[in-house]
T-cell receptor, first 115, second 114 residues
Framework: AQKVTQAQTEISVVEKEDVTLDCVYE???????LFWYKQPPSGELVFLIR????DEQNEISGRYSWNFQKSTSSFNFTITASQVVDSAVYFC????????????WGAGTKLIIKP | DAGVTQSPTHLIKTRGQHVTLRCSPI?????VSWYQQVLGQGPQFIFQ???????GRGNFPDRFSARQFPNYSSELNVNALLLGDSALYLC?????????????FGSGTQLSVL
């Protein structure tokens, strides 16, 4: 069965701290894609990154970085020097080639950045 | 350019009623997907339409239906509303139909069923 687990329901840190959001996925497929989306209080989900299963290179985009490890089926997301504007719910999602066109979503991690 | 637009933003209905939600994709996008998001949970896939044809359907009852128009806008219809249908309904558009597409989401329609 395909599944995405985000074990951290809520994380609260003080501004400028680094924070890592965990994502663990389950699939027997060898070809798949992993995503991270951000959902601010406005409700609109915003795409952050897409990674395919054949590309295990870590990626950095400004203060954001992603660590993809197939050996542990994890795709973790780190925010360095967090800012209040980073406060949102973050979702990890999995898509398969033969998944009826649907994304499989984790339950999300609510990130609170305190000033 | 306008993003994905959804209407209405909020809706209150009573059990047994019918509701129609609307979505306009980003210009040039031919794929529209619908998701239901219950408070505190991740989105659940309902439908995907591409070029006016249904390409995928999630595990939702037949009370849920959708269609896509020639201009690629879409409607989601829910009949015989239940209290459990209360949720945020999200529409997403993409240029293609593959599962690896980057999705662009609207702000959603918050449906409350009383």
């Amino acid at each position: 069965a395909q599944k995405v687990t985000q074990a951290q329901t809520e994380i609260s840190v003080v501004e400028k701290e680094d924070v890592t959001l965990d994502c663990v996925y389950e699939t027997r497929d060898t070809t798949y894609y992993l995503f991270w989306y951000k959902q601010p209080p406005s409700g609109e989900l915003v795409f952050l990154i897409r990674r395919n299963s054949f590309d295990e290179q870590n990626e950095i985009s400004g203060r954001y970085s992603w660590n993809f490890q197939k050996s542990t089926s994890s795709f973790n997301f780190t925010i360095t020097a967090s800012q209040v504007v980073d406060s949102a719910v973050y979702f990890c999602a999995l898509s398969l080639l033969d998944s009826n066109y649907q994304l499989i979503w984790g339950a999300g991690t609510k990130l609170i950045i305190k000033p | 350019d306008a993003g994905v637009t959804q209407s209405p933003t909020h809706l209150i209905k009573t059990r047994g009623q019918h509701v129609t939600l609307r979505c306009s994709p980003i210009s040039g996008h031919k794929s529209v997907s619908w998701y239901q998001q219950v408070l505190g949970q991740g989105p659940q896939f309902i439908f995907q339409y591409y070029e006016k044809e249904e390409r995928g359907r999630g595990n939702f009852p037949d009370r849920f239906s959708a269609r896509q128009f020639p201009n690629y806008s879409s409607e989601l219809n829910v009949n015989a509303l239940l209290l459990g249908d209360s949720a945020l309904y999200l529409c997403a558009s993409s240029s293609g139909q593959s599962t690896n597409e980057k999705l662009f989401f609207g702000s959603g329609t918050q449906l409350s069923v009383l």
